[in-house]
């Protein structure tokens, strides 16, 4: 009751991005117009602040850049539907290989990869870079839009790693340190209440008319509050502070916000834990290029 399912319009979601850092955000939102600095997502126009993606959106399902990250090579339960145990889960540790390969017959100048063998079922999608020990966001860009998995994380894989305008391009000696996520967006759903979302459950969408009248969009992936400490309303209040929204915030005002919720799965996997898969796997997927080397990337 008080809830409709969100049905067709959801793969046409505008553009927005979220970026990961870690930032404090009190129970009373900022009165200033940048906000405490940390995972974001901005509107339809352009994302703006020290981690927006400088690049224009696109109102109809346009590029996102987001945040992904889990336990290592398994799938964050967590960010799935209760007992999400009693299904099979569609992301897999061989999408990840998938754009591992990728990236790296991009840099190295083979041909790409070929047709991997996983399901070419479509999916709103997210591919995230983070690098080194402590993880951190190297490039993350994703769509609302459902894609074909194959044609999806190609396009994905390449573009959050070298067009993530937070960032420069991604470089072959950066390879060994790279953690690559792939998250799945599934079960999006339209609210009625902008509280009717689980912290660490749902991602969120929201769409709101700023103190312009322009109409924003804003989305963080299910784990970013989680990861920040934030709860339903610091969430939301850092949306819209990302988003662009640049008067004070009223309980009032977030009681107009149109939200979605959705949620999603994701896998992770290291550089060392790709080239051991490959190792056991050559050309399982229709790789045709040698190994790299390890003591070249020692």
Known sequence: MGRKRCVGDCSKMAAGCCGVKKQKLSSSPPSSSGGPVGPHCSG??????????????????????????????????????????????????????????????????????????????????????????????????????????????????????????????????????????????????????????EVGVHGIRIEFINEKGSKRTATYLPEVAKEQGWDHIQTIDSLLRKGGYKAPITNEFRKTIKLTRYRSEKMTMSYAEYLAHRQHHHFQNGIGHPLPPYNHYS
């Open 44 to 197: 339809e126009s352009q994302c703006r602040g020290e981690l927006g993606l400088g690049g224009p959106g696109s109102g109809g399902g346009g590029r996102l850049n987001g945040l992904g990250c889990g336990s290592t090579l398994s799938p964050g339960c967590g960010t799935l539907s209760p007992g999400c145990g009693s299904r099979k889960m569609v992301v897999s540790a061989e999408m990840c290989c998938f754009c591992f390969d990728v990236l790296y017959c991009h840099l190295y100048g083979y041909q790409p990869p070929r047709t991997p063998r996983f399901t070419n079922d479509p999916y709103p999608l997210f591919v995230t870079w983070k690098i080194g020990r402590d993880k951190r966001l190297r490039g993350c860009i994703g769509t609302f839009s459902a894609m074909n998995l194959h044609s999806g994380l190609r396009e994905y894989t390449l573009t959050s790693a070298l067009k993530d305008s937070r960032f420069p391009p991604m470089t072959r000696d950066e390879l060994p340190r790279l953690f690559c996520s792939v998250s799945l967006l599934t079960n999006f759903e339209d609210v009625c209440d902008y509280l009717d979302w």
